[in-house]
């Protein structure tokens, strides 16, 4: 069974057979789903999802892309729904330079506040990053100390990969890895896997890259590299889609987290 850490069901595309394709998610080895939002509404519907789905969980928050919809007011908004059990993360925020959709300042203005916000609920982060390496960098040493979360898509230097999982954070592998221009990203993937005192293991030992299956065959083959998947014998790295197993451990982490959210909202 697989955890699917990143996917929005929220997106319109979704709007003819959502609730189809969710409810044939356990048949098709998804045993869980976290779904992060990327503004107050889409976070909302994540929420109903969860609330709607035992397997689905919501993260909430704002993506760079749509921090011009957030003041005080919308930020207050946003931050009633981390009062429902099932929402275990912060995310998706952090900055695009890319699109700019919005004024750089701003961008950095609401990420630092949902950092910071993470780090009053004692929250995982979901980042974003898009050609804005090092303003994200700048950002995260200052303001995510003792934040853990996964860099959403990475796309910049082995290096820097390197000082992200030094802080704790997990670097998340998308699609992009398996074009043939995707060079760099490879490295990036290589280097992790062929370093295994580099990578943070969980207790049930498991890596910190978040890739599809045929992409581990890809590595395997092309690196001569020892990738097992999780059912093998002898597993040193753990390569899934996206970065955990499914399995009780993470599953109880899951719902541990829930509850605890829901005996910090009844104390308030």
Same mark, same amino acid.
Not at 62 to 84: C, R
Not at 90 to 115: A, H, M, S, T
């Given at each position: 069974? %697989? $955890?699917?850490?990143?996917?929005?069901?929220?997106?319109?595309?979704?709007?003819?057979?959502?609730?189809?394709?969710?409810? *044939?998610?356990?048949?098709?080895?998804?045993?869980?789903? %976290?779904?992060?939002?990327?503004?107050?509404? *889409?976070?909302?519907?994540?929420?109903?999802?969860?609330?709607?789905?035992?397997?689905?969980?919501?993260?909430?928050?704002?993506?760079?892309?749509?921090?011009?919809?957030?003041?005080?007011?919308? $930020?207050?908004?946003?931050?009633?729904?981390?009062?429902?059990?099932? @929402? @275990?993360?912060?995310?998706?925020?952090?900055?695009?330079?890319?699109?700019?959709?919005?004024?750089?300042? @701003?961008?950095?203005?609401?990420?630092?506040?949902?950092?910071? #916000?993470?780090?009053?609920?004692? %929250?995982?982060?979901?980042?974003?990053?898009?050609?804005?390496?090092?303003?994200?960098?700048?950002?995260?040493?200052? +303001?995510?100390?003792? %934040?853990?979360?996964?860099?959403?898509?990475?796309?910049?230097?082995?290096?820097?990969?390197?000082?992200?999982? !030094?802080?704790?954070?997990?670097?998340?592998?998308?699609?992009?890895?398996? $074009?043939?221009?995707?060079?760099? #990203?490879?490295?990036?993937?290589?280097?992790? #896997?062929?370093?295994?005192?580099?990578?943070?293991?969980?207790?049930?030992?498991?890596?910190?890259?978040?890739? +599809?299956?045929?992409?581990?065959?890809?590595?395997?083959?092309?690196?001569?590299?020892?990738?097992?998947?999780?059912?093998?014998?002898?597993? !040193?790295?753990?390569?899934?889609?996206?970065?955990?197993?499914?399995?009780?451990?993470?599953? *109880?982490?899951?719902?541990?987290?829930?509850?605890?959210? !829901?005996? !910090?909202?009844?104390?308030?």
């Amino acid at each position: 069974m %697989l $955890f699917d850490t990143h996917a929005h069901y929220d997106d319109e595309r979704f709007d003819e057979d959502r609730d189809t394709l969710l409810a *044939s998610m356990p048949e098709n080895n998804v045993g869980l789903i %976290l779904n992060p939002g990327c503004d107050v509404e *889409s976070s909302r519907k994540a929420v109903s999802y969860a609330n709607k789905y035992p397997f689905v969980y919501a993260a909430v928050g704002i993506h760079p892309d749509e921090v011009g919809s957030l003041n005080e007011e919308t $930020f207050a908004q946003m931050k009633e729904l981390f009062k429902e059990e099932k @929402v @275990v993360a912060v995310g998706e925020i952090g900055l695009d330079y890319y699109w700019d959709n919005e004024p750089r300042e @701003v961008q950095k203005k609401w990420f630092i506040r949902q950092l910071e #916000l993470a780090g009053e609920l004692d %929250l995982p982060v979901l980042i974003h990053s898009r050609e804005a390496a090092a303003d994200t960098m700048e950002i995260m040493k200052e +303001h995510a100390k003792g %934040l853990s979360g996964v860099i959403h898509c990475y796309s910049y230097s082995k290096e820097m990969a390197q000082e992200y999982i !030094k802080m704790g954070f997990y670097i998340g592998v998308g699609g992009v890895v398996t $074009f043939k221009n995707a060079k760099k #990203l490879k490295e990036v993937v290589e280097n992790i #896997l062929t370093d295994n005192s580099k990578v943070p293991k969980h207790g049930s030992g498991v890596g910190v890259i978040n890739v +599809h299956n045929r992409i581990q065959l890809m590595f395997g083959e092309e690196y001569g590299l020892k990738v097992e998947s999780e059912a093998d014998e002898g597993t !040193k790295v753990t390569i899934h889609i996206p970065a955990i197993p499914f399995n009780s451990e993470n599953q *109880s982490k899951m719902e541990e987290k829930s509850v605890e959210r !829901k005996g !910090k909202n009844e104390k308030e």
